[in-house]
Each structure stands twice: as structure tokens, then as C-alpha cells.
């Protein structure tokens, strides 16, 4: 292909017909147009040109320009000769103008006598319509072709050239091969899953779709072929087309076919190649595979794009269990140590003062008897008076380190019930934080499905590879070193290579058994030992039937629903992905719960069994201690007056035993109140370190669970979320390149399609008709190749029609 001419468009839809005359009638040198299957891959293929030409002086002509290119190759594939012949279609009522790039060399009017006007190579034309009007012209052809085509004959095993077929018998194989010229390196750019925008080099082709038709004789029996599509014509003979996609992904740029034939009186006989540009992002053809292709890479990216946000949210759910884990800790040591001063110390310290109140009480009592039996002796009242006197001094010295104590511990307290009250009120909001969860659950829910719908098309296509393949595998077809060594080597180094790429041992053996099979070097000293293709294609029935079932699993992988075959116990990720947000709720709920449970609410007491409770009884303790402790002062106040006036009054015991009997009742009186503010510390303090014990206890509880909510995190973004981030991202980026090669070839159709262009704006296309010669001993006729001209433009004509309806 030249060029491209900047005002052209691509053919929305054509179906071009061929006709073959038998070899003893005129012969069509070279005149073949498009078959029924061609006709419906492009049958709807749309044009890009905005519109038609419309005359300058009267807007209801319509302009459509098409390009129809006829080469002839010899019978071995040699280009001997090319032309182009123009058309342009005027249809409407006024007078334009136009300018239609064209080839000058050899150009000339086949409506008539008259010349053209040519500037910068273009044909310049003004014309005037009243309904239809046709301009046909044709040149040599100074571009190059957009196909190859090689063939290859071999006469019972053994490569001739087509005239030593000629009159002879055997078994007769032809081989052709046809490989798209366009190809080059682009860059392309694709998203690779995460938001980046990644340039890549990939192969890419004016995609291109053709047909090979041809027709044998009668003389041609027992007829096999592997690739074509075969019919009778009705005299006896066998009619044979073969379809080609010639650009990937969707194809391939190069497409081998051939057929096999016992012959009688050999000869060769002519075939057709017709080949036309498609735009595979609207062709209806293509445009599904393309769609397919775009499908897989967004779902990658969804994929990637769900799993990295909910791996992100995960890990702060992680960090703040963490977190929470140090704070309970921390709180469950300080409940530890208040339990263990409480129990150890300040309870069996109570219980002694509670003792020794009693103690004193009893001693009182002793004394009040002395003081009635005055004749105990004054001496031993006066001792008594000053050692009660001094241990009261020192007892009334320690009790306000007591209180300061006591208001210090109900202070603290005071400030855990507030640090608890927090703790239930901050706990509420675990469920809000775990709401990006359950939003990236969802968008990952989300991408399994789209991704789900991929690989059902990806399995259908595979089935579909799988049953063709099955069906050429009972081919009788054969290859050998002698005549084949270039497909020989072909196939070897394709099973070579596939027995290099998979893991599976059974699949690797079979693979390298069938390169082995397929090495030139095997039958080097036998080089004509024919080798049947028929394992080849088992081989590659094999590999389409493991691609099949792999899909089957990694669709049941992603969802035990995807098909009856999934097994229903097992669920898939899509069901994982239900159960894990069903399991965030739980969770969360959980933590809430039991937090809440353990912390408790303000009013509550240790028999409610939570930690507000506890510090609620250690409360009440602590005042309960301050208010004996404030008795015990009062106490020890009258006591040590007792004893003041016991002291002073036993100096004046002989003065009177009425004053003794008085002092010995307040003294009664005194350690009868010592002893009740005892017993209440004592009883205050009880509760209080029990009360403790409880706090302590839940504490523990939570702190032991809070490591699981930890653990869990940081397992479900290890082996969850972070190995579907690394998927999403693979999927992306593989049908990110095939779809960029898609829209890539999609471009270059749109600029250079065309052979040599057409006038601006109006509905242009360009068709190759390429005939390859037979061999039968006579030659062409001057009158075939006149033939062959107005087939061509009628060819020509059924285009010009198509495009025409394209605007009416």
C-alpha cells in the first residue's frame, strides 16, 4: 500500500462475487472478486468519511470513489502485472468538481476518447448530473501490495513447479501462503491497573480480511483439505474457498492452506485472492472480539483498583486493633497493681486496726472495773494512763497519711470511670471505620463479575478452537524434510516453544514428543519420510481442550455458581468475598459488644461484673474508709483527752473516784467509736479489692482477644487483597497490549486503506483482486483479459452502489 491520501474512507459494506469459467470456455484472466464468506465479515464494515462530495453549485450530487486492484502472479506466486482501475459514482441532479488522487502512469479513459486533466497527481474533472453518471479509468498500479502470496506444489511427495504437473497423474498437494505486508513496530499505551499510563512496543497490521477461491476439475478426485470450504459446481468439478483474518489478535498476519487431490492429466488450475482493509472497532465482525479484548483490560483495572483500596483500608483496621491492643494492656497493668495493693496492704492492714480497736475497747472496759475498784492502787492507773496516752499520740499521727491516702485512691478512680466512659462512647465508631471495607467488598464484588463474563467468552472461544482443531485432527495430510522443510520447521519450533512455556509434565513431554516428531534434523538421512500432520493437530486439540478446562477452574475459582460444573461445596472468591463482608459486620459488631459489655455503664456495682461496675464498689469502699477514717480522728480526739484526764486525774485519784469513774466512761465511750470506724475500713477496703480483682480480670479478657482482630487483619491482606491487586494488575496489562494493538491497526485502517485516495470527503474504498495463473499447456487469450476489465468494473459498480446507499 502507498501512502496515504489525507481525504479518504473505509467500505462499510460490500459483498463482491466471483466468476470462474472451466478451462474449455474463455478464460477471465485474473477476474475474481469476494465470496459469500468474505462478504459477510465486511458486509457491514462502516466508512469513515464524513459524507459524500456534494457538487459546489447544486448540494444533491453525491460523489463514491472506488479503487479496484487487479494483479496477476504467475502460477508460483510472481507478480507479472498490476493495474487499478477508478470509478467515480456521481448520483443526483447538478454540476461539481472534484480532484481524485490516481496513478498517471499508463492512465487512461475507458468511457471514451477524451483525455483528463491531471495536477499533482490527481484527476481533475467537472461534471454535470441529471440522475447517474459513471467516469472509469485505469493505470498501471506503482504501489506495492498489501499481501504476499506463495505456493507450493508437490507431486506424490516430491516439490515440482507447476508446469511439470502438466498431463501427468498422482497425488497432487498445493499449499498456499498468504502474509499481510504491513506489518511494523508501534508504540502503544495502555493502563497497566493502577492508574499509569504504559508505553509498550507491539506488532501492528492494516488489518485485513481476504478470501482464496478456486476451482478443480473433474480430473481432480478423492479432494481433502484441512482449511477449506469445498462445494460441487455442478459439471463435476470442486469448488474450494478459503477465509483469512490477517491481523492480530483477533488473527494472525500470516494464513497457510492448501488441498490434496489424486489427479489424472494434471494440470494447475487458476485461483483468486480477494482482499479488503476492515476497521475491527466497527466491523460487526470484529467489533465484538475487539469489545472483549477492551471488556478484559477495564475489569483488570477495576480488579487491581478495588483490591488496593481495600488492602489500604485492612491495614489501618490492623494499625488501630494494634493500638487499641497497647491502650488494654496498659490499662489491665494498673488494674493488676491497684488489685495488689489493695488485697495485699491496705485490706489485712484494716483488719489489724479493726483488731486492735477492739483491743483498746476492751481494755476501757477493764479500766471503767479498775476505776470502781479504787483500791487497784492509784500507781497502776497512772502507768496505764501514760501508755494509753502515748499510743494514742502515735495512732492519732498516722490516720491523716490514711485519709490523704484514701481521697488520693478515690481520685484516681474518678479518672478510670471517666477514661472507661470514653472507652464505651470511642468504641461505637469501629463500625463507621470498617464502612471502606464493606465499600471496596463491593467494587471488588463488582469486578469479579465483570471478569467472570471474560473468561466465559475466553472458554467459548477455546471450545470453539478445541472442536475445529478435533475435527482436523483425522487429516491424512503429510509433510516431509524433502518438500517441506520450511513448515516442518515451523511446527517444530511451535511445539518447542509451547513445551518451554508450560509446567505441566504430562503436556511437556507430549509437546516435545511432537517437536521431536517435527525436527528437520529426525529425518535427515530420510528426507522424503512422509510425516502425517494428523498429531499435530491432536496436539493442538489437547492444548485448546487444557485451556478449556483451565478456564473452567479459574471461572469456578472465581464463583461456585459460574456453571454446573463447579463444584457447589466449594465456594469461589465471589462467595469468599459474601462471607468476608458478612464477617466485617460480625467483627465489628463483636468488638463493640463485648467492649461494651466489659466496660459497662455508670450506676452499676462488681455484681454486674464489668469494669465501671468494679471501680463503681472500689468507689464506694474508698468512701466508706474516709468516712471511718473521719471517725477514727474524732475517736482518737476524745480517746486522747480520756487518757489526758485519766493521766492527770490519777495523780488525783485519792481526791475522788467519782472523777476516775467519769474519765473511764469517756474513755469506754471513745474505743466503743474507735472500733465501729475500724470495722467499717475494713469491710470498705474488702470491697474495694474486690472490686479490683474484677476490673483486673476483664482487662484480661480483652486485652487476650484484641490480637486476633490484629492477626486477622494483617492474614486477610497477605493472602487476600494483596494477591488480588497482583492479578487485577497481570489482566490489565495483558489485555491493555491487545486491545491497544486492536485500536492501533483500527487507526492505521482509517489512514491507509486506501491504494492511492480519493476526492475530499467523499465515500472512497479500495478492493484487491489478485489472480495466480494455472498451468494447462495454453495460454491466455487477449480476449480473457478484456473480459477480465469488465468484470473488474463491474465489481467496481456494486461498490459505487453500496456506497450510494450509505446516503440515501
Same mark, same amino acid.
Given at each position: 500500500?502507498?501512502?496515504?491520501?489525507?481525504?479518504?474512507?473505509?467500505?462499510?459494506?460490500?459483498?463482491?462475487?466471483?466468476?470462474?469459467?472451466?478451462?474449455?470456455?474463455?478464460?477471465?484472466?485474473?477476474?475474481?472478486?469476494?465470496?459469500?464468506?468474505?462478504?459477510?465479515?465486511?458486509?457491514?464494515?462502516?466508512?469513515?468519511?464524513?459524507?459524500?462530495?456534494?457538487?459546489?453549485?447544486?448540494?444533491?450530487?453525491?460523489?463514491?470513489?472506488?479503487?479496484?486492484?487487479?494483479?496477476?502472479?504467475?502460477?508460483?506466486?510472481?507478480?507479472?502485472?498490476?493495474?487499478?482501475?477508478?470509478?467515480?459514482?456521481?448520483?443526483?441532479?447538478?454540476?461539481?468538481?472534484?480532484?481524485?488522487?490516481?496513478?498517471?502512469?499508463?492512465?487512461?479513459?475507458?468511457?471514451?476518447?477524451?483525455?483528463?486533466?491531471?495536477?499533482?497527481?490527481?484527476?481533475?474533472?467537472?461534471?454535470?448530473?441529471?440522475?447517474?453518471?459513471?467516469?472509469?479509468?485505469?493505470?498501471?498500479?506503482?504501489?506495492?501490495?498489501?499481501?504476499?502470496?506463495?505456493?507450493?506444489?508437490? /507431486?506424490?511427495?516430491?516439490?515440482?513447479?507447476?508446469?511439470?504437473?502438466? *498431463?501427468?497423474?498422482?497425488?497432487?498437494?498445493?499449499?498456499?501462503? =498468504?502474509?499481510?505486508?504491513?506489518?511494523?513496530?508501534?508504540?502503544?499505551?495502555?493502563?497497566?491497573?493502577?492508574?499509569?499510563?504504559?508505553?509498550?512496543?507491539?506488532?501492528?497490521?492494516?488489518?485485513?480480511?481476504?478470501?482464496?477461491?478456486?476451482?478443480?476439475?473433474?480430473?481432480?478426485?478423492?479432494?481433502?483439505?484441512?482449511?477449506?470450504?469445498?462445494?460441487?459446481?455442478?459439471?463435476?468439478?470442486?469448488?474450494?474457498?478459503?477465509?483469512?483474518?490477517?491481523?492480530?489478535?483477533?488473527?494472525?498476519?500470516?494464513?497457510?492452506?492448501?488441498?490434496?487431490?489424486?489427479?489424472?492429466?494434471?494440470?494447475?488450475?487458476?485461483?483468486?485472492?480477494?482482499?479488503?482493509?476492515?476497521?475491527?472497532?466497527?466491523?460487526?465482525?470484529?467489533?465484538? *472480539?475487539?469489545?472483549?479484548?477492551?471488556?478484559?483490560?477495564?475489569?483488570?483495572?477495576?480488579?487491581?483498583?478495588?483490591?488496593?483500596?481495600?488492602?489500604?483500608?485492612? +491495614?489501618?483496621?490492623?494499625?488501630?486493633?494494634?493500638?487499641? +491492643?497497647? *491502650?488494654? #494492656?496498659?490499662?489491665?497493668?494498673?488494674?493488676?497493681?491497684?488489685?495488689?495493693?489493695?488485697?495485699?496492704?491496705?485490706?489485712?492492714?484494716?483488719?489489724?486496726?479493726?483488731?486492735?480497736?477492739?483491743?483498746?475497747?476492751?481494755?476501757?472496759?477493764?479500766?471503767?472495773?479498775?476505776?470502781?475498784?479504787?483500791?487497784?492502787?492509784?500507781?497502776?492507773?497512772?502507768?496505764?494512763?501514760?501508755?494509753?496516752?502515748?499510743?494514742?499520740?502515735?495512732?492519732?499521727?498516722?490516720?491523716?497519711? +490514711?485519709?490523704?491516702?484514701?481521697?488520693?485512691?478515690?481520685?484516681?478512680?474518678?479518672?478510670?470511670?471517666?477514661?472507661?466512659?470514653?472507652?464505651?462512647?470511642?468504641?461505637?465508631? =469501629?463500625?463507621?471505620?470498617?464502612?471502606?471495607?464493606?465499600?471496596?467488598?463491593?467494587?471488588?464484588?463488582?469486578?469479579?463479575?465483570? #471478569?467472570?463474563?471474560?473468561?466465559?467468552?475466553?472458554?467459548?472461544?477455546?471450545?470453539?478452537?478445541?472442536?475445529?482443531?478435533?475435527?482436523?485432527?483425522?487429516?491424512?495430510?503429510?509433510?516431509?524434510?524433502?518438500?517441506?522443510?520450511?513448515?516442518?520447521?515451523?511446527?517444530?519450533?511451535?511445539?518447542?516453544?509451547?513445551?518451554?512455556?508450560?509446567?505441566?509434565?504430562?503436556?511437556?513431554?507430549?509437546?516435545?514428543?511432537?517437536?521431536?516428531?517435527?525436527?528437520?534434523?529426525?529425518?535427515?538421512?530420510?528426507?522424503?519420510?512422509?510425516?502425517?500432520?494428523?498429531?499435530?493437530?491432536?496436539?493442538?486439540?489437547? #492444548?485448546?481442550?487444557?485451556?478449556?478446562?483451565?478456564?473452567?477452574?479459574?471461572?469456578?475459582?472465581?464463583?461456585?455458581?459460574?456453571?454446573?460444573?463447579?463444584?457447589?461445596?466449594?465456594?469461589?472468591?465471589?462467595?469468599?468475598?459474601?462471607?468476608?463482608?458478612?464477617?466485617?459486620?460480625?467483627?465489628?459488631?463483636?468488638?463493640?459488644?463485648?467492649?461494651?459489655?466489659?466496660?459497662?455503664?455508670?450506676?452499676?456495682?462488681?455484681?454486674?461484673?464489668?469494669?465501671?461496675?468494679?471501680?463503681?464498689?472500689?468507689?464506694?469502699?474508698?468512701?466508706? #474508709?474516709?468516712?471511718?477514717?473521719?471517725?477514727?480522728?474524732?475517736?482518737?480526739?476524745?480517746?486522747?483527752?480520756?487518757?489526758?484526764?485519766?493521766?492527770?486525774?490519777?495523780?488525783?485519784?485519792?481526791?475522788?473516784?467519782?472523777?476516775?469513774?467519769?474519765?473511764?466512761?469517756?474513755?469506754?465511750?471513745?474505743?466503743?467509736?474507735?472500733?465501729?470506724?475500724?470495722?467499717?475500713?475494713?469491710?470498705?477496703?474488702?470491697?474495694?479489692?474486690?472490686?479490683?480483682?474484677?476490673?483486673?480480670?476483664?482487662?484480661?479478657?480483652?486485652?487476650?482477644?484484641?490480637?486476633? +482482630?490484629?492477626?486477622?487483619?494483617?492474614?486477610?491482606?497477605?493472602?487476600?487483597?494483596?494477591? /488480588?491487586?497482583?492479578?487485577?494488575?497481570?489482566?490489565?496489562?495483558?489485555?491493555?497490549?491487545?486491545?491497544?494493538?486492536?485500536?492501533?491497526?483500527?487507526?492505521?485502517?482509517?489512514?491507509?486503506?486506501?491504494?492511492?485516495?480519493?476526492?475530499?470527503?467523499?465515500?472512497?474504498?479500495?478492493?484487491?483482486?489478485?489472480?495466480?495463473?494455472?498451468?494447462?499447456?495454453?495460454?491466455?487469450?487477449?480476449?480473457?483479459?478484456?473480459?477480465?476489465?469488465?468484470?473488474?468494473?463491474?465489481?467496481?459498480?456494486?461498490?459505487?452502489?453500496?456506497?450510494?446507499?450509505?446516503?440515501?
Amino acid at each position: 500500500m502507498t501512502a496515504p491520501h489525507p481525504h479518504r474512507a473505509t467500505l462499510r459494506r460490500t459483498a463482491l462475487r466471483r466468476t470462474s469459467l472451466r478451462r474449455t470456455t474463455l478464460r477471465r484472466a485474473g477476474v475474481a472478486t469476494l465470496g459469500l464468506p468474505l462478504a459477510l465479515l465486511v458486509a457491514a464494515a462502516p466508512a469513515t468519511a464524513a459524507g459524500a462530495v456534494r457538487a459546489a453549485s447544486d448540494a444533491d450530487v453525491v460523489v463514491t470513489n472506488t479503487e479496484t486492484v487487479q494483479a496477476r502472479l504467475d502460477a508460483n506466486g510472481r507478480l507479472q502485472v498490476a493495474r487499478v482501475y477508478e470509478q467515480l459514482a456521481f448520483t443526483g441532479h447538478g454540476t461539481t468538481t472534484v480532484s481524485n488522487p490516481v496513478s498517471t502512469k499508463g492512465l487512461r479513459n475507458l468511457d471514451g476518447f477524451g483525455g483528463f486533466t491531471l495536477e499533482d497527481g490527481a484527476m481533475q474533472t467537472t461534471v454535470t448530473v441529471d440522475g447517474e453518471k459513471r467516469l472509469r479509468t485505469v493505470s498501471d498500479f506503482t504501489g506495492e501490495l498489501p499481501v504476499r502470496v506463495a505456493v507450493e506444489y508437490l /507431486l506424490d511427495g516430491e516439490k515440482v513447479s507447476p508446469g511439470a504437473v502438466v *498431463g501427468r497423474s498422482g497425488t497432487l498437494e498445493v499449499r498456499y501462503t =498468504v502474509t499481510n505486508l504491513t506489518t511494523r513496530q508501534d508504540e502503544v499505551t495502555y493502563d497497566d491497573g493502577t492508574g499509569k499510563q504504559v508505553t509498550a512496543t507491539a506488532e501492528t497490521v492494516v488489518p485485513v480480511v481476504g478470501q482464496l477461491t478456486t476451482t478443480l476439475p473433474s480430473t481432480f478426485t478423492a479432494v481433502t483439505s484441512d482449511e477449506a470450504n469445498m462445494a460441487g459446481d455442478g459439471r463435476g468439478g470442486t469448488k474450494m474457498s478459503y477465509t483469512m483474518t490477517l491481523f492480530p489478535p483477533i488473527g494472525s498476519p500470516t494464513a497457510e492452506f492448501g488441498y490434496t487431490a489424486q489427479i489424472t492429466r494434471g494440470e494447475i488450475p487458476p485461483a483468486n485472492v480477494s482482499v479488503l482493509p476492515v476497521s475491527p472497532l466497527t466491523s460487526p465482525s470484529f467489533k465484538g *472480539g475487539s469489545a472483549s479484548y477492551a471488556g478484559g483490560a477495564a475489569s483488570g483495572v477495576a480488579l487491581t483498583a478495588g483490591a488496593t483500596e481495600i488492602d489500604a483500608n485492612l +491495614l489501618k483496621l490492623r494499625d488501630g486493633a494494634a493500638t487499641l +491492643l497497647d *491502650g488494654l #494492656l496498659q490499662l489491665q497493668a494498673g488494674a493488676d497493681k491497684l488489685s495488689a495493693g489493695l488485697n495485699d496492704t491496705a485490706a489485712p492492714g484494716a483488719a489489724k486496726l479493726a483488731a486492735g480497736a477492739a483491743t483498746a475497747d476492751d481494755g476501757a472496759a477493764a479500766l471503767a472495773t479498775g476505776a470502781r475498784s479504787a483500791d487497784a492502787g492509784a500507781q497502776q492507773l497512772a502507768t496505764g494512763a501514760a501508755a494509753l496516752d502515748t499510743g494514742l499520740s502515735s495512732a492519732g499521727a498516722k490516720v491523716p497519711e +490514711l485519709l490523704g491516702g484514701l481521697t488520693a485512691v478515690s481520685d484516681g478512680l474518678t479518672t478510670m470511670d471517666q477514661g472507661l466512659a470514653k472507652m464505651y462512647d470511642d468504641i461505637g465508631g =469501629v463500625p463507621a471505620q470498617a464502612k471502606p471495607i464493606q465499600d471496596g467488598i463491593t467494587t471488588l464484588k463488582n469486578g469479579v463479575t465483570s #471478569l467472570l463474563d471474560g473468561l466465559t467468552a475466553l472458554q467459548a472461544v477455546q471450545s470453539s478452537l478445541a472442536t475445529v482443531f478435533g475435527v482436523l485432527s483425522s487429516t491424512t495430510a503429510t509433510v516431509s524434510v524433502a518438500t517441506d522443510a520450511t513448515q516442518m520447521g515451523a511446527l517444530h519450533q511451535l511445539f518447542q516453544g509451547l513445551a518451554a512455556q508450560t509446567t505441566d509434565p504430562t503436556q511437556q513431554a507430549q509437546f516435545q514428543g511432537l517437536a521431536t516428531l517435527y525436527d528437520p534434523a529426525t529425518y535427515a538421512a530420510a528426507p522424503t519420510t512422509p510425516v502425517s500432520l494428523a498429531s499435530a493437530f491432536k496436539g493442538l486439540t489437547g #492444548l485448546t481442550s487444557s485451556i478449556v478446562a483451565k478456564v473452567q477452574g479459574a471461572r469456578c475459582g472465581l464463583s461456585n455458581a459460574a456453571s454446573g460444573a463447579c463444584d457447589p461445596k466449594a465456594p469461589g472468591l465471589k462467595e469468599g468475598l459474601d462471607l468476608a463482608a458478612g464477617g466485617v459486620d460480625a467483627l465489628t459488631a463483636g468488638v463493640v459488644a463485648k467492649v461494651r459489655a466489659g466496660v459497662g455503664v455508670a450506676g452499676q456495682t462488681k455484681a454486674d461484673g464489668t469494669l465501671r461496675g468494679g471501680v463503681g464498689s472500689l468507689s464506694a469502699g474508698v468512701g466508706q #474508709l474516709s468516712a471511718g477514717g473521719k471517725t477514727l480522728v474524732g475517736g482518737l480526739g476524745q480517746l486522747s483527752a480520756g487518757a489526758t484526764a485519766l493521766k492527770s486525774g490519777s495523780s488525783q485519784l485519792a481526791g475522788g473516784t467519782s472523777q476516775l469513774a467519769a474519765g473511764s466512761s469517756k474513755l469506754a465511750a471513745g474505743t466503743g467509736q474507735l472500733s465501729v470506724g475500724a470495722n467499717q475500713l475494713s469491710a470498705g477496703l474488702r470491697t474495694a479489692a474486690d472490686g479490683s480483682q474484677t476490673l483486673a480480670e476483664g482487662l484480661g479478657t480483652a486485652a487476650g482477644g484484641a490480637p486476633a +482482630l490484629v492477626d486477622g487483619a494483617e492474614q486477610l491482606s497477605e493472602q487476600g487483597t494483596s494477591v /488480588l491487586v497482583e492479578t487485577g494488575a497481570a489482566t490489565a496489562a495483558d489485555y491493555g497490549v491487545k486491545y491497544a494493538v486492536i485500536e492501533a491497526g483500527a487507526a492505521r485502517a482509517a489512514d491507509e486503506s486506501m491504494a492511492y485516495g480519493g476526492p475530499k470527503g467523499a465515500e472512497s474504498v479500495t478492493a484487491y483482486s489478485i489472480d495466480i495463473a494455472g498451468a494447462d499447456g495454453a495460454g491466455a487469450s487477449s480476449l480473457g483479459r478484456g473480459t477480465a476489465a469488465i468484470a473488474l468494473f463491474g465489481l467496481g459498480g456494486a461498490l459505487a452502489a453500496f456506497a450510494r446507499r450509505r446516503f440515501a
